[in-house]
C-alpha cells in the first residue's frame, strides 16, 4: 500500500470527510445509493489537513505535469482547492463551471489565462469522471492543451478509467477508495464483514441494494 495515500485515508477519516454506511447508504446526486459518501470539501475547515493537501497536490503536479503554466479547479468542490494550488505554484488560476452562467457574459470558463496555456486541471473527487472530463472539454475546446488532472480522491470505478483513458488524460490522485478501506479497517471504523459489502457496491454501484 501507498504510505501517502494512507496517510490522507486517515486524515480524511479522522475528519469525518469520509462516511462509511454499509447499512444506511446514502443517496447521491445521480440517484445512485451507495454506502460510501466522501466529501473532500471538509478538508478546507481544517488548517492541518487543507496545508497537507494542498503542499501534496502542489508535489503531485510537479513531480507528474512539471510542464504545467497553469491551473484550473472543477466547479464547485475544488475552486478552493485548485486556487491555494495555484498560489502556492506562482501559477495563472481559472475555474471551468459545469454549464455556462445563464446571465452577464455566460461563461463557462472563469478567470483568463495566458494563450496557449498548458494546464492542470484539479479536482477534489473522481467519481464517473463525467463532470471532471467535462471541465478537461471546455479548456480543450478553448484552445488550451490540457496535460494532465489532480484529485485528492477517486473511487476507481472502471466506467470513470475508461473515460478518462478514452479522453487521453493522466489522472493521479492523492487517495483512493482501497486505501480508504484498508485505513478504516484498520482502525475499526468499519467491520471485516462490511467490507465484501462495499466492494459489492463497487462493482455495480449503479444497481447496488442493501442487502
Excluded at 494512507?6 to 446514502?26: C, N, T, Y
Excluded at 473532500?40 to 504545467?68: C, G, M, Q
Excluded at 471532471?132 to 496535460?147: I, P, Y
Aim: hydrophobic share 40%.
Amino acid at each position: 500500500m501507498d504510505k501517502l495515500k494512507l496517510d490522507f485515508a486517515s486524515k480524511l477519516l479522522g475528519i469525518k470527510a469520509i462516511k462509511v454506511q454499509p447499512r444506511e447508504p446514502f443517496t447521491w446526486a445521480s440517484g445512485w445509493k451507495s454506502p460510501f459518501y466522501c466529501d473532500n470539501r471538509k478538508t478546507l475547515s481544517y488548517p492541518e489537513v487543507r496545508t497537507f493537501v494542498k503542499l501534496e497536490l502542489v508535489h503531485a503536479i510537479l513531480e507528474n505535469f512539471p510542464e504545467a503554466t497553469a491551473v484550473a479547479g472543477v466547479a464547485t468542490g475544488a475552486i478552493a482547492q485548485g486556487a491555494l494550488v495555484a498560489d502556492a505554484l506562482c501559477l495563472p488560476f481559472c475555474y471551468v463551471r459545469s454549464k455556462p452562467k445563464d446571465h452577464g457574459m455566460g461563461n463557462l470558463i472563469e478567470g483568463t489565462l495566458p494563450k496557449g496555456s498548458k494546464v492542470v486541471v484539479v479536482e477534489d473527487l473522481i467519481s464517473t469522471g463525467g463532470s471532471s472530463l467535462k471541465a478537461v472539454e471546455a479548456l480543450r475546446q478553448a484552445g488550451f492543451e490540457v496535460v494532465g488532472m489532480v484529485a485528492s480522491y477517486t473511487y476507481g470505478f472502471p466506467v470513470a478509467e475508461e473515460a478518462f483513458t478514452a479522453a487521453g488524460v493522466r489522472l493521479v490522485t492523492l487517495t483512493d477508495y482501497e486505501h480508504v478501506i484498508d485505513k478504516a479497517l484498520e482502525i475499526g471504523y468499519i467491520k471485516a464483514e462490511d467490507v465484501d459489502t462495499l466492494h459489492r457496491w463497487r462493482q455495480d454501484p449503479a444497481h447496488y441494494e442493501t442487502e
